[in-house]
Nanobody, 129 residues
């Protein structure tokens, strides 16, 4: 069974850092895959945070996290990371890892929630002020 498992969430003070990990089982991050991080705060829609292509390393960052978050991948080991620094209370949300497969990994595709086929259960990130 194909699964994605997130880890690394927790409670941190504003200005602090966390590193999220996403690991796949039951399938491999071959080059047709792109992996994305999304988040959902209470009462809000799920939104894209950052994504990366296993084919060519193309990355996408939401404007709200540019300069603070860094996505990286070890697709050969079926793992993707999200290093989050300079955390703010507004970053508080459940963070989800997602994987999608296709021939084109444009920025438009990478940031499109409905392009992704597999989703993890999410990990809670709470930033206190």
């Amino acid at each position: 069974e194909a699964q994605l498992v997130e880890s690394g969430g927790g409670l941190v003070q504003a200005g602090g850092s966390l590193r999220l990990s996403c690991a796949a089982s039951g399938f491999d991050f071959v080059e047709d895959y792109a992996i994305g991080w999304f988040r959902q705060a209470p009462g809000k829609e799920r939104e894209g945070v950052s994504s990366i292509s296993c084919r060519d390393g193309t990355t996408y960052y939401a404007d709200s996290v540019k300069g603070r978050f860094t996505i990286s991948s070890d697709c050969a080991k079926n793992t993707v990371y999200l290093q989050m620094s300079g955390l703010r209370p507004e970053d508080t949300a459940v963070y989800y890892c997602a994987a999608g497969r296709g021939p084109d990994h444009t920025i438009l595709i990478l940031r499109t929630l409905y392009w992704y086929d597999y989703w993890g259960q999410g990990t809670q990130v709470t930033v206190s002020s």
